[in-house]
């Protein structure tokens, strides 16, 4: 296959045009210099003194003519080119020229590297450049440059008149290459890794060389005047004063320019197309989210270490642990520090005896000391102890990665699309290990792996992909591994933190490169990659459709970077690109739930491009068209921007930092925004650029919430005072119960509760949008979830548990459990049955509470004031407000549901009902299950002649059985409690009614 290039992609010219018009005005030049051939000195040892060494009379001219860039341009020209640029790209003016530094922000898989080349024969064809240095992090992305470089070759040629060029990768022990490069008047492209030029002390590059005739590597590189090209600058700077950046500004360059998604330092912005830019154009794939996270697995004491800290000397670390909370055990992050007790911490007899000991938070060595009985162990961050199997976690991801693959490749499959799936790993042993004869043996993941893809080839959704396929050899064939690789020919874990490292990485690159379209070719069977970080970044296929992290990807930049090898648009087998995100869809696998994916990605976007969700800057509006005075469409430019950001603050529709507020999303919303009558005419374009950036405007608006004054005509009133001094009262109540009922109840309703499931892997697919508001989560599917096997938990003392949660007697708890038969459940999953049964038997004794229980009025001195009507604020959001009552006593009655709706409605209009309340939240009967708020008081005159009071629960339903045993015995509290305020003649009744109509039948 031969992957075909686009030439006229809009964004990707309008990047190469961005730099070739900062040197609008610079004639077509070139500077010449001599390069000499320096003879030897002289040595006693020499054999033949007096004669010209052979390597110095074959091939290489003693003076030659060195061809390098010149610049004609003064820097005020630079900076009016620049200013230009960045305000037809929509970017903050720079007022002043510091360096010769250019900043292209391009996001992952949008073509930087096809950019860059371009814009090399783009600059060549303007004004005559012919010296370009590419400086890379890496070997990965040296690689990946240069096989660029021999796939595009054809593609330049034919779209600049077949101009001649040469290209090489930087050795150190080829030096002569140098020399030509100096030398020769044709386009020169020399790739190196910041590796081979960062150390002055042993790079060859510093030295005199025979191969330069002579000269010193630099000094040639300098008088040329290269255009530096830095691909990921933020990996090869080494910060602004670093080793790096050092080596770059040592060659001397006409201009260095940086091209990045992620960029630390931004010098002189001039093109930025960014993550939100490239999602909202469909230019990379569709983001979604298939989570596993673990349920019910509260067995063990879990820890895991998330960041340790040192702030002003008090040493801390941020760690997750199973805390119990009012609502049952949560999963929380908890700062700790040396010597805490986490059985205190959590409030949890699990954690008995775990301590924490030493925190270190030396960067690149953070650790914490965890002591526990019978041991201790150190966590990195990311580590957690007592946590589920990891490797039955991780068979459910591979297992959920092939099924994804699978799903992919019967749709895409028909339309000649290879689908690649991508998995992160955490050790190379894990996936192939070596006996002591150095024969490859299958790690764990690698017998994992075709367990479960045998599994599915067997699977009758999936028949027609194995249809004349002999799974003996296919299954070994669908998967491989791409890591370094030492010179045994056994694979090791990458680093290239040394020469040896480096040449160890440079040998699978070369595979991984090398195969980069045999892999696209249904002719190739490999379609599952196993990989170390050797594909951190550098090597991008478009056909990776799944990413599975079996490692973990809860660390700092690790999801963008993670992402990024599968963003780039599929092709197909004619090597044509594919666009739309129905076929582009990538699939992330991982252990984090898609709402925490969401939000640290943000994090990391934000972190990484400066990219402020949710902010108005105040060069936002720069580029839109306006018409000038003969009509001709130029930039609004960032002055008038700046006044309408100004206005927008002024208005209230930002905050001083430009953070949108509610407002500005109501206004957009209703139409309503205001805008100086300068700007009217461009009001559906500033409309636009808002929206994208405010993003969803919440249903309920903390702008719609109203304060509700009260009708004093109806408060006070002789017919409300009437009704109000008949439910005004407060009481105390007394409970007797009888213990042996309590007990037949647990056991029926233990019995009768939900089964104990063992601990669970849930899976949730989620779509991930990226807009300027933020990043999205949104999901589209959940599975079955699937058990996970706990074989080493230790069973928690259950008697002394529950006893803590219901206060019964351990002889009463016995009787409890052994009636009821579900003992085997405990061993289940112990900290499920203990909530279940805690739970069943606190609700039991809160029912038979009830039904023992005695109200009694407290006296007369203890009640609810009719005052507190007006001293106590009432509010409520305007679309739940049945507005203008004549009858009640506040002027809107704020309802909670459509069943109150129509209550307050049917009062209003009913010519019987003389006054009403829906009661505040104020008005509360105590209850053993906590207090209780009725809805209405209401007075009733039957024919003109008798009063009827009445306090009303509204329900849409009058059946006890349908309400919720904690609704309905708060309702039977509600009507001891009116039941005891009941003396004397024409006392108030407690009733529950659906309709007014109920009024009238009791």
């Known amino acids: 296959m031969k992957l075909h290039f686009e030439p006229n992609l809009d964004y990707q010219l309008q990047a190469i045009d961005a730099v070739c018009d900062l040197f609008r005005g610079q004639e077509v030049c070139r500077t010449e210099f001599t390069v000499t ?18 390597q110095m009379s074959l091939g290489v001219a003693e003076t030659d003519l060195g061809v390098g860039n010149r610049l004609t341009l003064l820097d005020d020209d630079l900076l009016r080119n620049l200013n230009d640029v960045q305000l037809r790209n929509g970017l903050a003016p720079s007022t ?15 073509g930087k590297t096809y950019v860059y080349l371009r814009t090399i024969f783009e600059l060549n064809k303007r004004y005559g450049f012919t010296k370009f240095v590419i400086v890379v992090p890496s070997v990965a992305i040296k690689e990946g440059v240069y096989k660029s470089l021999q796939i595009t ?23 002569g290459q140098v020399r030509n490069f100096a030398t020769s008047s044709s386009i020169q492209i020399m790739v190196v890794t910041v590796g081979a030029i960062n150390k002055k002390d042993v790079n060859n590059l510093y030295k005199d060389s025979e191969k330069t005739g002579g000269e010193k590597p630099i000094d040639l590189i300098k008088a040329t005047r290269p255009i530096v090209i830095v691909d990921e600058p933020q990996s090869v700077d080494g910060g602004l004063e670093g080793r790096g950046k050092e080596a770059l500004d040592a060659m001397n360059p006409l201009c260095t320019l940086r091209y990045s998604a992620t960029h630390a330092n931004k010098h002189h912005m001039v093109f930025r197309l960014d993550a939100v830019d490239a999602y909202e154009r469909k230019l990379v794939k569709q983001i979604e989210v ?42 929380q992050e908890v700062t700790v520090q040396d010597g805490d007790d986490l059985e205190q911490t959590t409030h949890r007899a699990i954690y008995a005896d775990y301590r924490i000991g030493e925190i270190k938070t030396a960067r690149g060595d953070e650790f914490m000391e965890l002591r526990f009985p019978g041991g201790e162990t150190y966590l990195r961050i990311g580590e957690a102890h007592g946590n589920v199997d990891a490797m039955a976690v991780q068979r459910e991801m591979i297992r959920r990665t092939i099924k994804e693959h699978l799903d992919k490749e019967k749709r895409l499959r028909p339309q000649g699309i290879k689908v690649l799936s991508l998995f992160f790993i955490d050790s190379v042993e894990k996936y192939r ?43 070994e064939d669908v998967h491989n591994g791409y890591f370094s690789i030492d010179k045994k020919g056994g694979w090791t874990d990458t680093a290239e933190n040394n020469a040896g490292n480096r040449e160890n990485a440079e040998r699978a690159y070369n595979l991984i490169m090398k195969e980069k379209e045999k892999l696209l070719g249904f002719e190739t ?6 990989s170390h970080s050797a594909l951190k970044e550098g090597w991008d296929n478009p056909n990776v459709f799944q990413i599975c992290t079996l490692r973990d990807i809860q660390t700092e930049r690790e999801r963008r970077q993670t992402i990024g090898r599968g963003l780039r648009l599929c092709v197909n087998q004619h090597g044509d690109r594919l666009r739309g995100f129905e076929i582009n869809t990538l699939t992330v696998i991982a252990t984090e739930n898609y709402e925490q994916f969401a939000e640290n990605l943000q994090k990391e976007i934000e972190a990484d491009t400066g990219i402020r969700f949710g902010i108005v800057e105040q060069h936002q509006f720069a580029t839109i068209a306006i018409p000038d005075a003969d009509g001709k469409l130029i930039p609004l430019g960032v002055e008038q921007s700046k006044t309408l950001w100004e206005h927008l603050k002024a208005t209230g529709y930002i905050d001083a930092k430009g953070k949108v507020q509610d407002s500005l999303k109501k206004a957009l919303k209703d139409g309503t925004l205001a805008l100086p009558a300068e700007f009217e005419a461009q009001k559906p374009q500033i409309n636009e650029v808002l929206r994208k950036i405010t993003g969803k405007l919440e249903i309920k608006n903390a702008d719609d919430r109203k304060p509700v004054a009260t009708r004093k005509a109806v408060l006070y009133s002789e017919e409300f005072k009437a009704l109000w001094d008949r439910i005004k009262h407060k009481t105390t109540y007394r409970v007797q119960f ?39 989560a949104t999901e589209t599917t959940a599975a079955m979830p699937v058990v996970l096997d706990e074989a080493d938990i230790e069973l928690p003392d259950l008697l002394t548990d529950l006893q803590d949660r219901t206060h019964l007697t351990r002889r009463t708890i016995v009787r409890i459990l052994t009636e009821s038969g579900r003992l085997d459940d405990f061993k289940r999953n112990p900290q499920q049955f203990i909530d279940l049964a805690g739970d069943v038997i606190n609700r039991c004794k809160r029912m038979i509470l009830v039904d023992g229980i005695k109200y009694q009025r407290i006296g007369d001195e203890h009640y609810y004031a009719q005052e507190l009507f007006e001293q106590e604020e009432l509010t409520g959001y305007m679309k739940n407000m049945l507005k203008d009552t004549q009858k009640s006593v506040y002027e809107h009655v704020v309802y909670d549901s459509n069943t109150e709706r129509d209550f307050a409605d049917e009062l209003e209009k009913n010519e019987n009902i003389k006054v009403y309340a829906k009661l505040p939240g104020w008005f509360k009967v105590p209850t053993p299950l906590g207090t209780y708020n009725p809805d209405w008081a209401v007075l009733v005159e039957d024919g003109g002649a008798e009063r009827l009071y009445f306090v009303v629960e509204t329900k849409s339903t009058l059946f006890d059985d349908e309400l919720r045993d904690r609704e309905s015995a708060k309702i ?14 024409n006392s108030a009744r407690f009733i529950v009614a659906k309709s007014i109509e109920n009024l009238f039948t009791n």
């Open 972 to 985: 039977a509290c509600g009507k001891a409690h009116f039941h005891s305020l009941a003396v004397g003649e």
């Open 96 to 110: 002043a020229l510091t360096s010769g530094d250019f900043t292209v922000e391009m996001e992952t898989g949008t």
């Open 37 to 54: 051939m320096k003879a030897p000195v002289e040595e006693s040892s020499d054999l033949f003194p007096g004669t010209t060494p052979q």
């Open 433 to 475: 290990q070596y006996d002591a004869d150095g024969n490859a043996l299958k790690g764990p993941y690698a017998q994992i792996f075709e367990e479960e893809y045998r599994r599915y080839a067997k699977h009758p959704d999936y028949k027609s992909l194995f249809e004349e396929v002999d799974l003996n050899h296919a299954t």
């Open 525 to 530: 069977p490999l379609k599952f990659i196993f």
């Open 153 to 175: 070759e054809d593609h330049f040629k034919g779209l600049y008149a077949g101009v001649p060029f040469d290209y090489f990768l930087y050795d150190s022990a080829k030096l």
């Open 738 to 776: 009888d213990s042996e009922k309590l007990v037949t109840d647990c056991v029926s309703a233990l019995q009768k509760a939900p089964p104990i499931t063992k601990t669970r892997l849930v899976w949730r697919k989620a779509e991930i949008a990226i807009g300027k508001a933020g990043v999205e």
């Open 290 to 331: 298939a989570s596993a996270t673990v349920d019910g697995a509260f067995n063990k004491a879990y820890v895991r270490l998330l960041s340790t800290n040192n702030q002003r000397g008090v040493i801390s670390a941020k760690v997750e642990l199973d805390v119990e909370t009012a609502s049952g055990i949560k999963r």
